[in-house]
């Protein structure tokens, strides 16, 4: 059998970092050296949260240099050798450096970024309309003011959009609320906007992602957990009609009862879609699932459609969507951690 050893690669504003942090680190006393590398740590988030990177350096010696905020940090994380995974780098992202530290002792540097097509005015409030236009043309506007490539899936693309208005929101903020109108989710990777169904699953390029099926062979920890589910037996949704001059409701499920949204939309279509897409989400039990896997797997990533096997036969049966990953290496080796949710 093949020993499993991880693999990174490290860049800092076009500089190659990785053979300093694969070096030893000199310790007082005698003592044995220690890796310079103590931890590094990626976080991967659907929707509109940025990922984000962790690093802590040994700086014992004092040979290491601060990175300065804003400094652009690229990863690749994977495995040089080993006979259960597949060797090879996968490209981790971009990162743009936020907040650095110097503590001790032991004295250590610990640098904290954030994906870098975060950066710029995605949280500056506008005040924008729009009026007879379909979805993917108001996810084109916002992509092409960030300079990003927009990747409107094609069931909502063509979806007309009578009015909206987008009042003292971010562009973040409003394309989640986009979102939840649609059951769609709306982020930002490498470069591109892509706004699809929830579990659509696809890359920065518009193309799928592919499913994965996790054993419980493959996993150190496990955690099912399932609530009681709010009983929402109907949802109401109100919109303007113009020509009757008055508002109208639609509901999806029964009306009795129903959840009100508070919004009023610009017809009676955008009305039925958004009451339907909180119905169906409403519907969804609540149930989360988090697995520590064993060899970590930096090919994983949210929005990944997911089936688990070996594990309690009502757990194996369910479809499950990937919410959250964190890859960690350190000491202890090369891990990941999935946290799942039902679709």
């Known amino acids: ?57 040994d700086d014992t010696d004092g040979a290491v240099a601060l990175p300065p905020t804003a400094a652009r940090i690229q990863v690749w994380l994977g495995w040089h050798q080993g006979s259960e995974v597949t060797p090879g780098l996968v490209d981790k992202g971009t990162y743009l450096v936020d907040e650095v530290s110097h503590a001790g002792p032991p004295d250590l540097i610990t640098v904290r970024a954030r994906a870098a097509d975060f950066a710029g005015h995605l949280t500056t409030r506008r005040e924008r309309s729009w009026h007879g236009t379909t979805l993917g043309a108001i996810v084109a506007d916002i992509a092409k003011r960030h300079g ?37 989710v709306a982020t930002i ?31 150190d920890q496990h955690q099912f957990q399932r609530q009681r589910r709010e009983e929402v037996t109907g949802v109401t949704a109100s919109w303007h009609d113009r020509k009757g001059a008055k508002r109208q409701h639609v509901t999806s499920g029964e009306a009795k009862g129903a959840r009100r949204l508070s919004r009023v939309y610009g017809s009676e279509a955008e009305a039925k879609r958004a009451a ?68």
């Open 1 to 57: 059998m093949i020993v499993a050893i991880p693999a990174i690669r490290v860049v800092v504003d076009g500089k190659d970092i990785t053979p300093m942090l694969r070096g030893q680190v000199p310790q007082p006393n005698g003592r044995p050296p220690r890796p310079r590398l103590v931890s590094l740590s990626i976080s991967e988030r659907r929707g509109e949260e940025a990922d984000q990177l962790d690093l802590v350096i």
């Open 148 to 184: 990003l490539t927009p990747h409107c899936a094609a069931s909502l693309a063509a979806l007309p959009i009578t009015a909206k208005a987008q009042s003292r929101e971010g562009d973040l903020a409003f394309l989640r609320r986009l979102g939840r109108e649609h059951d769609a």
């Open 189 to 219: 990777k490498r470069g591109a906007l892509i706004f699809a169904p929830i579990g659509a699953g696809v890359t920065a390029t518009g193309k799928p992602l592919g499913a994965v099926t996790i054993h419980r062979s493959d996993g």
């Open 276 to 343: 339907t897409a909180a119905h169906t989400r409403a519907g969804r039990e609540p149930l989360s699932f988090e697995i520590t896997l064993a060899h970590g797997r930096a090919d994983l990533h949210p929005e990944q459609n997911a089936t688990v096997s070996g594990y309690k036969a009502a757990i194996d049966a369910l479809a499950w969507l990937i919410a959250e990953v964190t890859h960690d290496l350190s000491e202890r080796g090369f891990q990941t951690r999935l946290k799942l949710e039902t679709k």
